[in-house]
Nanobody, 126 residues
């Protein structure tokens, strides 16, 4: 199974940028759909962005569309989340997650994304 390790979180002022990284190991990266989730205290987990690692197609939550960009470095089995124009409401623990690809789109709600990293905290101050 895949193991995931995130890095790159921190504190930033509103309007600033951060880039999160997620290093995958332990299994063939291209077998997986990959996603970034976030969860703030007292709120439900939100799927922020998803990527089909084979074709590079990405999907974004409406709350981050146009501000966040998900990308990957296949040779390094590494996932990135570039976050620009950050807002205080973006403050949360961000998790990298994976699920084995199946016949349907990686953005399908049928994926549970049960393989997760330990998370990295993002704090945006106003």
């Amino acid at each position: 199974q895949v193991q995931l390790v995130e890095s790159g979180g921190g504190s930033v002022q509103a309007g600033g940028s951060l880039r999160l990284s997620c290093a995958a190991s332990g299994d063939t990266y291209s077998r997986y759909c990959m996603a970034w989730f976030r969860q703030a205290p007292g709120k439900e987990r939100e799927r922020v962005a998803v990527i089909n690692t084979n074709i590079g197609r990405t999907y974004y939550a409406d709350s981050v569309k146009g501000r966040f960009t998900m990308s990957q470095h296949n040779a390094k089995d590494t996932l990135y989340l570039q976050m620009n124009s950050l807002k205080p409401e973006d403050s949360a623990m961000y998790y990298c997650a994976a699920d084995r690809q199946r016949a349907w789109s990686c953005n399908s709600p049928l994926y549970e994304y049960n393989y997760r990293g330990q998370g990295t905290q993002v704090t945006v101050s106003s």
